[in-house]
T-cell receptor
Framework: AQKVTQAQTEISVVEKEDVTLDCVYE???????LFWYKQPPSGELVFLIR??????QNEISGRYSWNFQKSTSSFNFTITASQVVDSAVYFC??????????????FGGGTRLMVKP | DAGVTQSPTHLIKTRGQHVTLRCSPI?????VSWYQQVLGQGPQFIFQ???????GRGNFPDRFSARQFPNYSSELNVNALLLGDSALYLC??????????FGPGTRLTVT
């Protein structure tokens, strides 16, 4: 069975601070995909990134970066120089590889990030 | 291109009633999935459809059913509503089976 754990329920930072959101996952599959989604107060889940289990390269996109480590089953997300607009609930998710038919996402419980001015 | 659309935005129902939620995927996407998100929790997978066939079902009772139409839009039906069915229902479509793009959701309140 798949499981995703986001141990940090809430994080509060002051604008311009760096913040890391932790994600630990469990799966018995050798091929899987990891995701991060952002959910602002409006409620819509916004796709941020997808990584597959064969690619452990870290990725950077602007102020966002992701650290994938298979050895510790972690896929952490760092926001550099946080801004008030980053305030949202962030979800880490895991899926097995079903192929072109799609996949089932297993979500963590989410981390609420509050960035204060 | 338009994103995933869902209707209605909000809905209030009484216990025992049934409800139908609708979803239109992004143009070209053939896979649609449904998730339930209870307040304060992560979304839980309900169904996944691809080319009008059910490809996956989560741990939900038979009161929940869904279907996908030839134009790839989808409906989620819930019968005999319970107070615990109150949640945000999210629809997601996928272009390649891996990246899922979510709609704004339908907030269902059961009284």
């Amino acid at each position: 069975a798949q499981k995703v754990t986001q141990a940090q329920t809430e994080i509060s930072v002051v604008e311009k601070e760096d913040v890391t959101l932790d994600c630990v996952y469990e799966t018995r599959d050798t091929t899987y995909y990891l995701f991060w989604y952002k959910q602002p107060p409006s409620g819509e889940l916004v796709f941020l990134i997808r990584r597959n289990s064969f690619d452990e390269q870290n990725e950077i996109s602007g102020r966002y970066s992701w650290n994938f480590q298979k050895s510790t089953s972690s896929f952490n997300f760092t926001i550099t120089a946080s801004q008030v607009v980053d305030s949202a609930v962030y979800f880490c998710a895991l899926s097995e590889a079903w192929g072109n038919a799609g996949n089932m996402l297993t979500f963590g419980g989410g981390t609420r990030l509050m960035v204060k001015p | 291109d338009a994103g995933v659309t869902q209707s209605p935005t909000h809905l209030i129902k009484t216990r025992g009633q049934h409800v139908t939620l609708r979803c239109s995927p992004i143009s070209g996407h053939k896979s649609v999935s449904w998730y339930q998100q209870v307040l304060g929790q992560g979304p839980q997978f309900i169904f996944q459809y691809y080319e009008k066939e059910e490809r996956g079902r989560g741990n939900f009772p038979d009161r929940f059913s869904a279907r996908q139409f030839p134009n790839y839009s989808s409906e989620l039906n819930v019968n005999a509503l319970l107070l615990g069915d109150s949640a945000l229902y999210l629809c997601a479509s996928s272009p390649d089976g891996y990246e899922q793009y979510f709609g704004p959701g339908t907030r269902l309140t059961v009284t």
